[in-house]
């Protein structure tokens, strides 16, 4: 009978952690959501857009794929698949992880930041294309 509460058990437990990670991205979510509308503000309020200011939209554009990537990592932790497998749960992963990958590539500063960053990041995200077509070709 102290078979049949292990699994209860664990199942609990891992509802619990995924309830307050829920929170906790949630949270970080309205954070950043804040902080992207007091940017646009200043944006606006300085007449910033107008001037087409590459750094503005830079700043504007990854606080907006930091919260897509939040969200979608919310999603894929808080709204699992009844029918998941490792599979599925696996190809989330790399697409989160592609996001991830795109934003440092929409953030990169050719002036600051050296070459080996940049072929560094070509070959990890071009290394998550790969992964993901064979994780999508097995599903």
Known sequence: MEDDKKPLLHQKFE?????????????MVLAALWGLVIEIYH??????????????????FSMIL???????????????SSRSSGVIKARAIVLI????VSRQFIVFELQ???AT?????????????IVYRLIRDQG
Do not use: M
Request: hydrophobic content about 65%.
């Open 66 to 80: 930091t919260l897509l990537i939040a969200l979608e990592f919310s999603h894929s932790i808080v709204h699992p």
């Open 43 to 60: 944006l606006v309020l300085h007449s910033a857009l107008n001037h087409l200011d590459h750094q503005a939209f830079q700043s504007v």
């Open 112 to 114: 600051t930041d050296s």
């Open 117 to 129: 960053i940049l072929a560094a990041l070509a070959i990890s995200l071009l290394a998550l294309g």
């Open 97 to 100: 992880a592609i996001l991830a």
């Open 15 to 27: 509802q619990a952690v995924t309830a307050i990670l829920a929170v906790l991205i949630s949270i």
